[in-house]
Structures are given as structure tokens and as C-alpha cells.
């Protein structure tokens, strides 16, 4: 898309998904009065409806939806009105079960719950265009309607499928991909490898459970599948409200987290990006995943984007579901909005009293009004009321990380050198320094215009193509500060290792080179020479014209470099080739990024977290005690505290466990 339409509410949306149909018409009337004291401008409604709307094939009732609709328009609340398509109706399994998915073993699923369907089902396809044209036809020009949610987080449970209709699909994709060359299929996958050679495209399945392991390029390959399968659904959907509704945006949520689909593919699709975040109960610092994710969201919507779920308490799908603690509920969507949402909602309005997800916490809890949650709900939409003015401002980073969805399907394939490495672990054991320091980050592509960075990091980028390891050492080549992660560079596209020597795809640029692997076994550690330890990984590492800025100091290694340095062209390049401990990690962040000339938003005391946006007159400076300590941090003499609206006289004073937002001028 070349452009993207934007949504109508003024300031910061604030809202959550709205289920009427779970309560009788009175509560409706309640419901109003207390999204209007709580400073709801936007709820998203009918995600779960399908059953309701069109209680047999062709057959639509929208007079419950009609007077939903009305009552918001009513009450000055705007709709993000949704497609229902994540929970077909019984009616549809009844009359076309070949569309219920099938589990990698063969097992057929059943409906009962949601997401109950094959992606590739022409029958499911056709139901939901269907059902989305019929919403799309009657309410395109509701005044009440300011957005299109077309269904919900793709993926999360049926991002694969591996019936026989999805195996046509399959094959259908793979043609497509290999310009319906077999030859060129079997040399990309290696298939003279186990026998596996295939002479007919029908021969090929869908990655089934087998007596050993899969063929790692047919696994990568089912992964893009999968993924394109969804935004195809998606895709075909938001076609029929577009004709339908040129003016009005859309969106889906998604769930950056996660390994379910490529989000990089999917961004541009979407007029207003948009994400599900909920905190874990297991992450003792459940803010570094919000302010991680969060900068993730921002590049990709290469700008705002819409905070669509997360919670006010506690969730009901972990394994002990945790309440959040005193003054979290706010300091994560405030949070959320420094790291560039411009909009922040819930699931849900009002707690469910009956259903799958009855325990799950709400904007308004099964205590009421009477409760602190409540209150924390009506005190955080005064807060958002006094941030209108950050709406559309951006941020700017001069540091950025690597990410890539594939390059995570493919690390995490059977048959790896080790088991133990995790994508997300390591992207965000690079990242928390950073964020412990204050230092902007955006997250890339490989192939990504690099120019506006000083400093490149790619902490685990097990897969990349020639063009993006191009791109990347020619940043440092060039004159900027690359920064390379263990067992990264090892695979090409098609999950075929580089050969020469790891890490292959880096080694020149990086000036070290290894010839063989000594992963470490879980718990082992390794002293590291500058008084650290090493764990995970480590491998025997030569100089090929880098200097040594650490070493292993025990073991079959003892005395090989553990962490390079090289001037490459007109800039330098780092390699760590293990895991260092956290602090020894924090180290060598701060030093790789001091000399790349990176600096911080802002000099903070530590646990005190600093994120700015910006506009052509003013920077916006969030501070969120996440210590509950307080801090006292210096500003602009001519600053304001916007959540108060408190001129400040060169300081601000940030109460324990609080947040400020500061409104400074910006020089001309």
C-alpha cells in the first residue's frame, strides 16, 4: 500500500472490546454512563458474533447489532466494528466439516472453541467474504463507524494445517515460488539428501509427523506458506470493505511476541497497525517485553500504532494468572504510548460471567465500580485526555536491531547444533541494556535502509540472504558500527550453511572466522578473561584480522577470543561468538555503542525508564519509575508536566512507582 487511511477519534483512543451480547439491554444503558466516566472514545465490537448475525447460511438478524451501533453513536462512542470470522458458527462445521483444520499427526479438530478451521478451506473463504460483505453492505456509512477490525490474531490457534486441502495449497504456493520448476524446488530444499528427490509435485505433503525429522527447507517454506495463507484470508476481506467503505480504515491485531506469522509482510497491508500485548507472570520485568514489543510495533507501522488488547489484570490462559501490581495497570499503557501507540485498549469492557474466558480481567471487573481496578480504568483515561497533543508525534533511534521472522522459524528447526538457543531470548538480552540506558531502538530488516543508524546490531540472525548480509556489512564499510551475534550468518535463505567457515556469511567483514562449534550444555558456564562468564555457545574462533577483546579462560578453549573487534573499511565491526553474562553483556553494550557515538534520551537514575517522541515544536519525555524509588530528573526551564499540566522549573519530580510526561519546546 502506498498510503494508509487514518482513524477519525481525536487524541489517544482509548477503549477495549466490547461483548453486549454476553449482557441484557439494561446493562447496556450502564454500560454507556460508565464509558463516558471513564473516558471511552472507542470500543471494538462483534468480533465474536458471527453465530448471532447470521444464524444460518445467508439468513442475517443485524437488528442486535443495529442497536448497539445506535447506542454508541449515540453516547458519542465510535465503533471499531469487527468481522466475526475467528469463531464460525456450529451450522458451518455442520454442513462443511472438511473445513475443520488437522493437526500435524492427522487428527481432526473439532469446533467448539474458535479459529476451529482450515486456513486453505475455500468453504470457510467464501463464508467469511460473505459474512464481511453483509456487515460491510449494511453498516459502511453507520456514523458510528470508524474503523474495520477484520477478525482476530490471525493464527493463534490454526496458523497450520495439514489436511490434503491444505496440501494443494501448499503445492500451489510452492509453484508459484519455484516458477513451477520441480528441479529447482529439490536443489533449494536439498532434497538428494535421505532419498527425498521428488518427480511430481503431488508426491510433496505438508510437513507431517514422520518417523524422523522433516526436511528443514520444507519446514522454513511451510512456515511462509502458512503465514501468506493467512494475509490471503485477510486480505480478501478487507477487499470487500474496502469497495464497500473506501474511507475507513482497518486493521488486525497482532501478536509480535510470537513466531505465528511473518508481521514484516503483513505491516503494509494494514492502514493502522495494530498489536495484542498481555504481560506474563513467569517475566520478572515485564516491562522490558512491553517496551520491546513496542518499539517492534512502531517500525513496523513505520510510525504510531494502535495498542488493540492487553490486560487491566490478571488473564485466565497462564499456567498461575498473576494480578498486576500497584500502579502496573498504568504504567504499562503509559508505557505503550511512549513506545508509540496511539491508541490503548482492552480486552475487555466488562468482565464475562460465563464462557471460556470468564476469569479474564476487564476494564470494568466482576466487583464493579467499587474496585481499584475501576479506578485505576477512570484515572488512566484523565491521563490519556491530557496526552491528546503526542498523537502522531515519532520517534527517532540511532541504534537499530535486526529482526526477522524468518531467520527465527529457522534457528528454532530440528537438528540445530543447539537446542537451547531461542530467538526472542536473544534479541532481548541485547536489547535490555539499551533500554536500561535510555537508548532509542528500532527494530529492521535485513535489507533495511540503514543510513539513519550509527550503530546496527543483529544478535541472532541464523538466516539471511546474500542481499541482506550485503547490506549489512556495507553499512559497517561504510563507516557504521555492526554488531554481530553468535551462530548468525550460518544459513542462507533455504536453510543451506555457508561454507568456509562460520560465521559465513559475516566472516569476512567481522575479521574472525571459526572452524567448528562447541555449543554449551544447559547450566555450563565458562570464565571469560575480563572476569565475566560464558554460556550457551561458544566456538573456536581464530583472528583474521580482528583484535581480541575477550577470551575464554577455561576449558578445551581456554585463551580463544570470545569477543572480536575489527576496523572494517570505514567502520567496525564486533562479533560475540557466546553469551556473555548480563552484566559483562551490559558492558560491552554500553562500550560498543559509546564509541559508535550512540547517547540516551535522557540521563536517568537507574530503574527509571525514558522514552521520547517528538513533533516539529515540542519533544514529548516519558519517565515511568519502574523501581519505586522516585527520581528527580532534570528538563527544560520552560517545560511542562502535561498529566498534571504543571509548569516546571528545570526539574521534574516522578513519585515513586509514577509517571510523567514532559512537553518540552524544541529549538528552531
Same mark, same amino acid.
Given at each position: 500500500?502506498t498510503s494508509?487511511?487514518?482513524?477519525?477519534?481525536?487524541?489517544?483512543?482509548?477503549?477495549?472490546?466490547?461483548?453486549?451480547?454476553?449482557?441484557?439491554?439494561?446493562?447496556?444503558?450502564?454500560?454507556?454512563?460508565?464509558?463516558?466516566?471513564?473516558?471511552?472514545?472507542?470500543?471494538s465490537?462483534g468480533?465474536f458474533?458471527?453465530?448471532?448475525l447470521?444464524p444460518?447460511?445467508?439468513?442475517?438478524?443485524?437488528?442486535?447489532?443495529?442497536?448497539?451501533?445506535?447506542?454508541l453513536?449515540?453516547?458519542?462512542?465510535?465503533a471499531?466494528?469487527?468481522?466475526p470470522?475467528?469463531?464460525?458458527?456450529?451450522?458451518?462445521?455442520?454442513?462443511?466439516p472438511?473445513?475443520l483444520?488437522?493437526?500435524?499427526?492427522g487428527?481432526?479438530?473439532?469446533?467448539?472453541?474458535?479459529?476451529?478451521f482450515?486456513?486453505?478451506?475455500?468453504?470457510?473463504?467464501?463464508?467469511?467474504?460473505r459474512?464481511?460483505?453483509?456487515?460491510?453492505?449494511?453498516y459502511?456509512?453507520?456514523p458510528?463507524?470508524?474503523?474495520?477490525?477484520?477478525h482476530n490474531?490471525y493464527?493463534?490457534?490454526?496458523h497450520?494445517?495439514?489436511c490434503?486441502?491444505?496440501?494443494? %495449497?501448499? +503445492?500451489?504456493? #510452492? $509453484?508459484?515460488?519455484?516458477?513451477?520448476?520441480?528441479? &529447482?524446488?529439490?536443489?533449494?530444499? *536439498? =532434497?538428494?539428501?535421505?532419498?527425498?528427490?521428488?518427480?511430481?509435485?503431488?508426491?510433496?505433503?505438508?510437513?507431517r509427523?514422520?518417523?524422523?525429522?522433516?526436511?528443514?527447507?520444507?519446514?522454513?517454506?511451510?512456515?511462509?506458506?502458512?503465514?501468506?495463507?493467512?494475509?490471503?484470508?485477510?486480505? %480478501?476481506? +478487507?477487499?470487500? #470493505? $474496502?469497495?464497500?467503505?473506501?474511507?475507513?480504515?482497518? &486493521?488486525?491485531n497482532?501478536?509480535? *511476541? =510470537?513466531?505465528?506469522?511473518?508481521?514484516?509482510?503483513?505491516?503494509?497491508?494494514?492502514?493502522?497497525?495494530a498489536?495484542?500485548?498481555?504481560?506474563?507472570s513467569?517475566?520478572?520485568?515485564?516491562?522490558?517485553?512491553?517496551?520491546?514489543?513496542?518499539?517492534?510495533?512502531?517500525?513496523?507501522?513505520?510510525?504510531?500504532?494502535?495498542?488493540?488488547?492487553?490486560?487491566?489484570?490478571?488473564?485466565?490462559?497462564?499456567?498461575?494468572?498473576?494480578?498486576?501490581?500497584?500502579?502496573?495497570?498504568r504504567?504499562?499503557?503509559?508505557?505503550?504510548?511512549?513506545?508509540g501507540?496511539?491508541g490503548?485498549?482492552?480486552?475487555?469492557?466488562?468482565?464475562?460471567?460465563?464462557?471460556?474466558?470468564?476469569?479474564?480481567?476487564?476494564?470494568?471487573?466482576h466487583?464493579?465500580?467499587?474496585?481499584?481496578?475501576?479506578?485505576?480504568?477512570?484515572?488512566l483515561g484523565?491521563?490519556?485526555?491530557?496526552?491528546?497533543?503526542?498523537?502522531?508525534?515519532?520517534?527517532?533511534?540511532q541504534v537499530?536491531i535486526?529482526?526477522?521472522w524468518c531467520?527465527?522459524?529457522?534457528?528454532?528447526?530440528?537438528?540445530?547444533?543447539?537446542?537451547?538457543?531461542?530467538?526472542?531470548?536473544?534479541?532481548?538480552?541485547?536489547?535490555?541494556?539499551?533500554?536500561?540506558?535510555?537508548v532509542a531502538?528500532?527494530?529492521?530488516?535485513p535489507?533495511?535502509?540503514?543510513?539513519?543508524?550509527?550503530?546496527?546490531?543483529?544478535?541472532?540472525?541464523?538466516?539471511?540472504?546474500?542481499?541482506?548480509?550485503?547490506?549489512?556489512?556495507?553499512?559497517?564499510?561504510?563507516?557504521?558500527?555492526?554488531?554481530?551475534?553468535?551462530n548468525?550468518?550460518?544459513v542462507?535463505?533455504?536453510?543451506?550453511?555457508?561454507?568456509?567457515?562460520?560465521?559465513?556469511?559475516?566472516?569476512?567483514?567481522?575479521?574472525?572466522?571459526?572452524?567448528?562449534?562447541?555449543?554449551?550444555?544447559?547450566?555450563?558456564r565458562?570464565?571469560?578473561?575480563?572476569g565475566?562468564?560464558?554460556?550457551?555457545?561458544?566456538?573456536?574462533?581464530?583472528?583474521?584480522?580482528?583484535?581480541?577483546?575477550?577470551?575464554?579462560?577455561?576449558?578445551?578453549?581456554?585463551?580463544?577470543p570470545?569477543?572480536?573487534?575489527?576496523t572494517?573499511?570505514e567502520?567496525?565491526?564486533?562479533?560475540?561468538?557466546?553469551?556473555?553474562?548480563?552484566a559483562?553483556?551490559?558492558?560491552?553494550?554500553?562500550?560498543?555503542?559509546a564509541e559508535?557515538?550512540?547517547?540516551?534520551?535522557?540521563?536517568v537514575?537507574?530503574?527509571?525508564?525514558?522514552?521520547?517522541?517528538?513533533?516539529?515544536?515540542?519533544?514529548?519525555v516519558?519517565?515511568?519509575?519502574?523501581?519505586?524509588?522516585?527520581?528527580?530528573?532534570?528538563?527544560a526551564a520552560?517545560?511542562?508536566?502535561?498529566?498534571?499540566?504543571?509548569?516546571?522549573p528545570?526539574?521534574?519530580?516522578?513519585?515513586?512507582?509514577?509517571?510523567?510526561v514532559?512537553?518540552e519546546p524544541?529549538q528552531?
Amino acid at each position: 500500500m502506498t498510503s494508509r487511511l487514518v482513524l477519525s477519534v481525536p487524541g489517544i483512543a482509548y477503549g477495549g472490546d466490547y461483548n453486549p451480547e454476553q449482557w441484557s439491554e439494561e446493562v447496556w444503558e450502564e454500560d454507556m454512563r460508565l464509558m463516558r466516566e471513564a473516558g471511552v472514545r472507542m470500543v471494538s465490537v462483534g468480533i465474536f458474533s458471527w453465530a448471532l448475525l447470521e444464524p444460518a447460511q445467508g439468513v442475517y438478524d443485524f437488528s442486535r447489532m443495529d442497536r448497539i451501533l445506535d447506542l454508541l453513536h449515540e453516547n458519542g462512542i465510535a465503533a471499531d466494528l469487527a468481522t466475526p470470522t475467528a469463531a464460525p458458527p456450529a451450522w458451518f462445521f455442520r454442513a462443511h466439516p472438511e473445513a475443520l483444520p488437522v493437526d500435524s499427526d492427522g487428527r481432526a479438530l473439532w469446533y467448539g472453541s474458535r479459529q476451529t478451521f482450515c486456513p486453505s478451506s475455500p468453504a470457510y473463504r467464501e463464508a467469511a467474504v460473505r459474512i464481511a460483505g453483509a456487515l460491510a453492505e449494511r453498516y459502511a456509512r453507520h456514523p458510528a463507524v470508524v474503523m474495520w477490525h477484520v477478525h482476530n490474531e490471525y493464527g493463534c490457534h490454526n496458523h497450520a494445517c495439514y489436511c490434503d486441502t491444505s496440501g494443494e %495449497a501448499f +503445492r500451489r504456493w #510452492l $509453484r508459484a515460488r519455484y516458477g513451477d520448476d520441480l528441479t &529447482t524446488l529439490n536443489a533449494a530444499w *536439498g =532434497t538428494t539428501f535421505w532419498s527425498q528427490w521428488y518427480y511430481d509435485w503431488d508426491e510433496i505433503l505438508p510437513p507431517r509427523s514422520s518417523g524422523s525429522s522433516n526436511n528443514p527447507t520444507q519446514l522454513l517454506d511451510w512456515r511462509r506458506f502458512c503465514s501468506d495463507e493467512l494475509l490471503a484470508l485477510y486480505q %480478501a476481506e +478487507r477487499e470487500v #470493505l $474496502r469497495v464497500a467503505s473506501p474511507s475507513i480504515p482497518a &486493521t488486525t491485531n497482532f501478536m509480535v *511476541g =510470537t513466531d505465528l506469522v511473518d508481521y514484516r509482510r503483513w505491516a503494509p497491508n494494514l492502514d493502522i497497525v495494530a498489536n495484542d500485548h498481555y504481560l506474563l507472570s513467569a517475566d520478572p520485568e515485564p516491562e522490558i517485553a512491553v517496551a520491546m514489543n513496542g518499539d517492534l510495533m512502531r517500525s513496523l507501522a513505520g510510525g504510531p500504532w494502535f495498542l488493540m488488547e492487553h490486560s487491566t489484570g490478571a488473564v485466565n490462559w497462564q499456567h498461575v494468572n498473576s494480578a498486576q501490581q500497584p500502579g502496573q495497570l498504568r504504567r504499562t499503557a503509559l508505557a505503550h504510548v511512549a513506545h508509540g501507540a496511539d491508541g490503548i485498549a482492552y480486552f475487555q469492557w466488562r468482565a464475562s460471567k460465563a464462557g471460556t474466558e470468564q476469569w479474564h480481567s476487564a476494564m470494568l471487573p466482576h466487583a464493579g465500580t467499587d474496585s481499584q481496578i475501576w479506578r485505576d480504568v477512570v484515572r488512566l483515561g484523565t491521563d490519556l485526555k491530557s496526552l491528546a497533543e503526542v498523537r502522531d508525534t515519532t520517534s527517532t533511534a540511532q541504534v537499530a536491531i535486526v529482526s526477522d521472522w524468518c531467520a527465527r522459524w529457522a534457528v528454532e528447526l530440528p537438528g540445530q547444533p543447539s537446542a537451547e538457543v531461542r530467538y526472542e531470548e536473544q534479541i532481548r538480552s541485547w536489547y535490555e541494556p539499551l533500554w536500561r540506558s535510555g537508548v532509542a531502538v528500532d527494530f529492521v530488516a535485513p535489507d533495511a535502509d540503514l543510513s539513519s543508524y550509527r550503530l546496527v546490531l543483529a544478535p541472532s540472525l541464523y538466516s539471511v540472504d546474500d542481499a541482506g548480509a550485503d547490506n549489512l556489512t556495507g553499512f559497517a564499510r561504510r563507516g557504521g558500527t555492526l554488531a554481530v551475534g553468535f551462530n548468525s550468518g550460518m544459513v542462507d535463505e533455504n536453510c543451506h550453511v555457508r561454507l568456509g567457515g562460520y560465521p559465513g556469511a559475516f566472516r569476512e567483514a567481522l575479521g574472525a572466522g571459526s572452524d567448528e562449534l562447541f555449543p554449551l550444555r544447559p547450566g555450563e558456564r565458562l570464565a571469560l578473561s575480563g572476569g565475566g562468564t560464558a554460556s550457551l555457545w561458544s566456538e573456536r574462533l581464530r583472528l583474521e584480522g580482528a583484535e581480541m577483546v575477550d577470551s575464554y579462560a577455561q576449558g578445551p578453549l581456554s585463551g580463544v577470543p570470545a569477543v572480536t573487534r575489527h576496523t572494517y573499511g570505514e567502520g567496525t565491526t564486533w562479533y560475540l561468538a557466546t553469551r556473555p553474562d548480563p552484566a559483562t553483556l551490559a558492558s560491552l553494550v554500553s562500550r560498543i555503542r559509546a564509541e559508535a557515538g550512540v547517547t540516551p534520551v535522557r540521563a536517568v537514575p537507574e530503574g527509571v525508564e525514558v522514552v521520547r517522541r517528538s513533533s516539529p515544536s515540542a519533544d514529548y519525555v516519558f519517565l515511568i519509575d519502574h523501581a519505586g524509588k522516585g527520581a528527580e530528573v532534570t528538563v527544560a526551564a520552560d517545560a511542562v508536566e502535561l498529566l498534571t499540566d504543571t509548569p516546571l522549573p528545570g526539574s521534574v519530580t516522578v513519585a515513586p512507582g509514577e509517571v510523567a510526561v514532559v512537553r518540552e519546546p524544541r529549538q528552531s
